[in-house]
């Protein structure tokens, strides 16, 4: 659906009633003015209408309506094409979301397709109808206020995977052993999904910087900014990136010791139910050869068989005690 469209000359909005071709119209009879076309997630006819008064590549419009492109930047003949990916952190599930924004630019023309909820433009188009120095830029302004308000949600989401990732640190470390693996992956998979939409951002902001875009010539230095912005940012998705890996194979190292810490303890009891069996079977065997119903045991009529076998087992038990004592089995 279209959102909204006006015509921008000389700082001022003039908002278009009519349909998309006498908006066009409009903008051309002027002269020294651009148009901006907002669209949420439009079908193929709300698109034709737009195609039908700018000469749009095929590619790009079917990039467009169909969104899941990666960021870049593509010429086709005198019109760009920019691919962003905002985001949008999810307090309740600590989920980050990922939209997508498609901005076709001429020289008398910008038409901003978005996916998903997360970055409206309506700040985007208020900050720029604010700002007589971006209006002054055309589209090459309204880019740069794009991409800036991207960049600045990307250091917002940063921060809120940070208390994240401090918050699973305090629980590894806590000694109450909670199992937080299922808890590091979910949060390394959002780190991946903001390094897949923010890292192909950076090569983007550098053609631009470099000058490599003729639209975008006046606002260089705008998008320098936005770049060292950027860059900034990357560095923190990096730098979480591995405090995660480490908090993992720390949790990992944790959980193995108390294993091995109660695998250590199994073993102990083990042995020590051994021994006992062990001194225990002495005096089993002894009364088994000699407990037989026969009188003055052992050897058949010894008076003092009896209590001989009962010393013996005595002896016996000492003997094999002290013996497992000295070798720690005790």
Sequence with gaps: MIVDKAIYRGGVRETVSGD?????????????????????????????????????????VEDAIHAHQRPKLERYDDTLFVVLKPLQYVEESSDIEVG?????LGDDFVISVRHGQANPLSGVRLRVESDPELLASG?????YAI?????????????????????LERRVFSGEHDDVTAGIYSLKREVLEFRTAQDPLIPVLEEIV?????????????????????????????????LLTSALSAHLALVGRDQNRVAMQQNADMRKISAWAAVIAVPTMIAGIYGMN????PELHWSLGYPLSLCLMVVAVLVVHRLLRRSGWL
């Design 210 to 242: 470099k000058g490599r875009v003729a639209l975008c010539e006046g606002t260089r230095d705008h998008f320098r900014d936005v770049l060292d912005h950027l860059l900034r940012v990357d560095s923190q998705v990096d730098e979480h990136n591995e």
């Design 147 to 167: 991409c800036d308000q991207v960049v600045d949600t990307y250091a917002e989401v940063s921060h809120e995977v940070e208390l994240d990732l401090i918050a």
């Design 100 to 104: 997508e924004i498609n901005l076709f």
């Design 139 to 143: 589209p090459a302004g309204v880019l």
């Design 20 to 60: 998309i071709s006498e908006a066009f119209g409009a903008a051309r009879a002027r002269g020294d003015s651009f148009l901006w076309i907002g669209l949420h997630e439009p079908t193929q006819e709300e698109f034709d209408l737009i195609t039908h008064e700018v000469r749009l590549h095929p590619l790009a």
């Design 294 to 297: 026969f009188d003055h045991m």
